[in-house]
């Protein structure tokens, strides 16, 4: 251990208080993310100063950190998902779109599949940091699932593939910090695997019964055996062969396999399920983003065309990819130590963001191309601009001040030692029932990071060091640490706000929270059973 | 754009108006830049939960 911080009850649930109090007001009082992220980030900078010792110098390099995080991590993603969102809807695109994917298939529970978890999985094999729910939420609204269904839906669709998608970064991070090679890797990656396809299974479930209960899981069972097949299975064999592009390759696998699919005899009719709650009325749908001159499938797509394939020429491309990387935003931090000798080193380039290979980069341009396209093509009004810009500063900024409070508080507990003293206090307190808890911690990472890579980072060591005090089998562990971050997701308050932001429902994360909770820790539950089985 | 994002846009300026102080005041050791950094900070951090408590008239 390389602090000094004394893991003690006190200590502990002063470091848990912050959480509770969070998701109390979220979910229990419906506070905004903004509303809760600011009140529980002044709690959480009491409990640093008085209880974890940090000094004010400290406390102003770490709340940089957390602004400098939430700007350039997330939201350089919110902003032009936003605008693409309301560059769609100027020029009415939602209701052609709609209709053009009917012809694939009439069935609007496959039709909901194919974008909440096929699209948004296969988003997330190539961009991650958001950008599959920032897209995936509001075309779900656009194909007439109501808004909070589509947030739930495509955070519950894509985060199955964090750990092996974008190009598997959260997995590279795991295997950096747990140092494995050679066969460690391949096992691991197995049992990683294993516990990413039951997340992906329960994903494509879970989609099925808010669709219609069940009557929606009898409907969609072969879907979601076909595409877990595909998206799961691929990923767990996959990763045997090459762990770097193993989640995108499932991700394609997964979403090709729903064009198959609307042919077969299940979906080439309408759903029988005529009363789905999910699903919000189809004239009220269409009116709202109709047009006097109708377009096309493929020209109301365009600005996601575009986004894909400049991120699949940029990102799987290695040396554009490479070439694109030399310039880098970056800050530099002094190391800072709390008075509990809890200590961060000091980081030459911090938080470093290269705006001409991220997705944030992309999503703009193909904002800003599909604009000229719409123009051009006579779909967006004298005006448009402005209310296009005006409707997206009017979303952005609720979201921002939002960001900024989570990602500061999240920052600051994980730099005095919060996160790590929670850690540790689980593993201390269960002993050798510490393998059923071990998801639970790489949720924890996530959920206070926002990020598979981030909670792999976080907790990755402190598991295979806890694995092997128990005697449990590592890789099992970190099997678990990695698919626990990957379901961490779905709770993140940045992912949530995300999803709320796009789709105009801010203020409404606690009601999300509410499905997305019980997804993700029900889960963890099947899987730390699991874990206990296998042991 | 009406007066709650009018002031939420303020708050959200506020926290960024904010970080050279804290930036500088943390990286060179000085608390007077510190200390302003985090009061501007806490003013910005502060007004989503005021208004949300004014709008719901617990305030």
Redesign the interface.
């Known amino acids: 251990m390389d602090f000094m911080i004394p893991v003690t009850a006190g200590n502990w649930l002063f470091a848990f208080l912050p959480i509770v109090i969070l998701l109390v007001l979220l979910v229990k009082f419906r506070w905004g993310a903004a509303e809760a992220g600011a009140f529980t980030w002044f709690l959480v900078v009491l409990i640093s100063v008085f209880v974890y010792k940090t000094s004010i110098h400290t406390l102003a390099l770490e709340t940089v950190k957390g602004v400098w995080s939430a700007v350039f991590s997330i939201l350089v993603v919110v902003w032009p998902a936003i605008l693409i969102y309301e560059v769609t809807y100027e020029a009415g695109a939602f209701g052609p779109f709609r209709k053009g994917i009917e012809k694939v298939t009439p069935n609007r529970l496959l039709q909901v599949m194919a974008f909440s978890w096929g699209f948004a999985g296969f988003l997330q094999g190539v961009t991650g940091f958001g950008v599959p729910v920032a897209i995936a939420a509001p075309l779900l609204v656009g194909i007439g699932v109501r808004p909070l269904y589509a947030v739930i839906f495509a955070l519950i669709g894509h985060a199955w593939n964090n750990t092996f998608g974008t190009l598997s970064v959260s997995w590279a991070a795991l295997k950096d910090v747990a140092q494995l090679s050679g066969p460690e890797v391949a096992v691991t990656a197995l049992y990683a695997g294993m516990f990413i396809w039951l997340f992906n299974l329960v994903a494509g479930l879970t989609i099925c019964w808010l669709y219609g209960r069940g009557k929606g899981i009898k409907e969609g069972l072969p879907a979601v055996l076909a595409i877990s097949i595909m998206q799961g299975g691929g990923t767990l064999l996959l990763s045997q062969w090459n762990d770097n592009i193993s989640g995108f390759v499932a991700g394609v696998l997964g979403f090709l396999v729903v064009f198959i699919l609307g042919r077969t005899k299940w979906y080439n009719k309408p759903s029988n399920i005529t009363d789905s709650p999910i699903l919000f009325d189809s004239i009220q749908a269409e009116d709202k983003t109709s047009k006097d001159k109708e377009m096309g499938f493929h020209l109301a797509f365009s600005p996601y065309y575009i986004l894909l394939a400049l991120t699949l020429v940029i990102l799987l491309i290695q040396p554009i990819k490479l070439a694109l990387a030399f310039w880098q935003i970056s800050i530099p931090f002094p190391s800072t130590v709390t008075g509990y000798g809890f200590a961060n080193a000091e980081t030459a380039a911090y938080g470093a963001f290269t705006p001409l290979n991220h997705g944030a980069t992309f999503l703009l341009a193909a904002a800003l191309i599909g604009y000229a396209i719409f123009k051009f093509k006579g779909y967006i009004n004298v005006g448009g601009i402005g209310r296009i810009l005006g409707r997206t500063v009017e979303k952005c900024i609720p979201a921002t001040i939002a960001m900024v409070s989570l990602t500061a508080l999240s920052v600051l507990m994980r730099d005095t030692g919060q996160a790590t003293v929670l850690a540790y206090g689980v593993g201390s307190a269960t002993g050798m029932f510490y393998a059923f808890m071990s998801p639970f911690v790489g949720i924890l990472g996530a959920f206070m990071t926002g990020s598979n890579v981030a909670s792999n980072l976080l907790f990755g060591s402190f598991q295979q060091t806890a694995a092997h005090v128990i005697g449990a089998n590592e890789a099992v562990i970190l099997g678990a640490q990695t698919a626990g971050g990957a379901a961490g997701n779905v709770i993140a308050p940045g992912n949530v706000l995300l999803g709320t932001t796009t789709v105009g429902l801010l203020g409404s994360e606690g009601e999300v929270l509410r499905v997305t909770m019980v997804v993700a820790l029900g889960l963890a539950v099947v899987m730390g059973v699991a874990i206990m089985l296998i042991m | 754009?009406?007066s709650k994002?009018k002031i939420?846009?303020i708050?959200?300026l506020l926290?960024?108006l904010?970080?050279p102080f804290?930036?500088i005041?943390?990286?060179s050791?000085s608390?007077g830049?510190?200390?302003l950094?985090?009061l501007i900070?806490?003013i910005?951090?502060?007004?989503?939960?005021i208004?949300?408590l004014i709008k719901r008239g617990d305030f």
Do not use: E, H, K, R
């Not at chain 2, 910005?44 to 939960?49: L, Q, R």
């Open positions: 754009m009406d994002t939420l846009t708050s959200a926290c960024f904010a970080t804290l930036y005041g943390g990286q050791g608390l830049n510190a200390v950094g985090l900070f806490c910005g951090m502060a007004i989503p939960p208004l949300g």
